[in-house]
Structures are given as structure tokens and as C-alpha cells.
T-cell receptor
């Protein structure tokens, strides 16, 4: 059964703590993305990766870090430098980022709450 | 920078009614436009993808149109059902960019 999985579904973070959100896909997609969703706002891009061992910052990368050591995995770390991390985090993937257009598919999301 | 707007922000209709959701974008240089559905607390489900060379795309009771020159897209839902209740989002990937710019969505409620 192909798709994108994210874990955990809910995550609680204490002040000053780093936490890592998991994203795995078995669609054999080259590109993966992390978005943040806040109430009343559209999704905003945090980081994206077009290929293994390569990634670029999105619009709101400050306070976040990522890695892409395997094609199927793109974990996101929310560091203590992110001052307002409470949000719904969505991971996505697409076959390619080429000019032909890239339909993106999304995971179920992780809701992060700062205590 | 690309800006995507969806109006109305919320819409309530009785079951069985046909309805139209609107999406507008400021930069017409786009690869395609994608419509998504999001249920409360869930991820996004892709509904339709319209390539920039296409005028419309259909899937079941859903029909999406694209007018690049005017920067508009519409999502038409025929014979609405209570199960259609969700937030509908449109998104565009501009030329030269590798991400999607999203609207804030239209929250649809279909009343039985």
C-alpha cells in the first residue's frame, strides 16, 4: 500500500527542547517537502529536497533543520531556536520537480504543541 | 511573489445543490494548479491537477477549470453530499519554484 507516513501524530515539546518529526514515503518519489499550517493561514514551505543528500530552505526555514540520507526519508527537526513551533506539520512528496509539473501528495500530518 | 486567494472563506449549502469554489492567483506563470481537500485534523488529499496547457479536468462529481490569463480557477461540485464537507485548498507551483503556494481555503459545509 503506497503512501506517505508521518509520526508521531501528536507531539509535545518543552521549552528549549529539540524534537524530530518523521516522514517516510514508499512512492519512489525524488522530491520531498515540509510545510507548516497555522490557523487562518495557507500552508508555508519550510524545506524541500529534490534528491538524496540535497535540500533547500523554503520561506520559513529559521529554527528548523532537515536531512535527506535516504530517498524514502526526510525527517524535520524543530530546534529550540524556533520561537513559535506550535502548528500542524505536513510532509509531501512528488515524482520530480521538473518543468512538467509536480503533483504533490501529502502525509497525515503531525500536530506539535509547545508546553 | 505569488499570492493565492480563495473566496469565500466559508460556505454552507443544502444537500444536493451544485456549487462553485473560486481560486485566484497573481502570477500567471504557473506549471499547473492543484486542488486539495482537507478534513479537520488530517492531511491533504489531492483532488485534481490541471496542467497549464489544459482548460479543465474532471473526476466524478468534480470539475476544475483553469484560466491562466485571468489568474483564476474554479472547482465545481455537482450534487453535493454531506460527505463533501471539508476545507478545499488550491495551490500553484510558479515557474522557477519547486514548492506550492497555497490559498487559505474554503470551508464547505453540506447540510443534510
Amino acid at each position: 500500500d503506497g503512501g506517505i507516513t508521518q509520526s508521531p501524530k501528536y507531539l509535545f515539546r518543552k521549552e528549549g527542547q529539540n524534537v524530530t518529526l518523521s516522514c517516510e514515503q514508499n512512492l519512489n518519489h525524488d522530491a520531498m517537502y515540509w510545510y507548516r499550517q497555522d490557523p487562518g493561514q495557507g500552508l508555508r514551505l519550510i524545506y524541500y529536497s529534490q534528491i538524496v543528500n540535497d535540500f533547500q530552505k523554503g520561506d520559513i526555514a529559521e529554527g528548523y533543520s532537515v536531512s535527506r540520507e535516504k530517498k524514502e526519508s526526510f525527517p524535520l527537526t524543530v530546534t529550540s531556536a524556533q520561537k513559535n513551533p506550535t502548528a500542524f506539520y505536513l510532509c509531501a512528496s512528488s515524482l520530480t520537480t521538473g518543468l512538467a509539473g509536480n503533483e504533490q501528495f501529502f502525509g497525515p500530518g503531525t500536530r506539535l504543541t509547545v508546553l | 511573489k505569488q499570492e493565492v486567494t480563495q473566496i469565500p472563506a466559508a460556505l454552507s449549502v443544502p444537500e444536493g445543490e451544485n456549487l462553485v469554489l473560486n481560486c485566484s492567483f497573481t502570477d500567471s506563470a504557473i506549471y499547473n494548479l492543484q486542488w486539495f481537500r482537507q478534513d479537520p485534523g488530517k492531511g491533504l488529499t489531492s483532488l485534481l491537477l490541471i496542467q497549464s496547457s489544459q482548460r479543465e479536468q474532471t473526476s466524478g462529481r468534480l470539475n476544475a477549470s483553469l484560466d491562466k490569463s485571468s489568474g483564476r480557477s474554479t472547482l465545481y461540485i455537482a450534487a453535493s453530499q454531506p460527505g463533501d464537507s471539508a476545507t478545499y485548498l488550491c495551490a500553484v507551483p510558479p515557474y522557477g519554484a519547486n514548492n506550492l503556494f497555497f490559498g487559505t481555503g474554503t470551508r464547505l459545509t453540506v447540510i443534510p
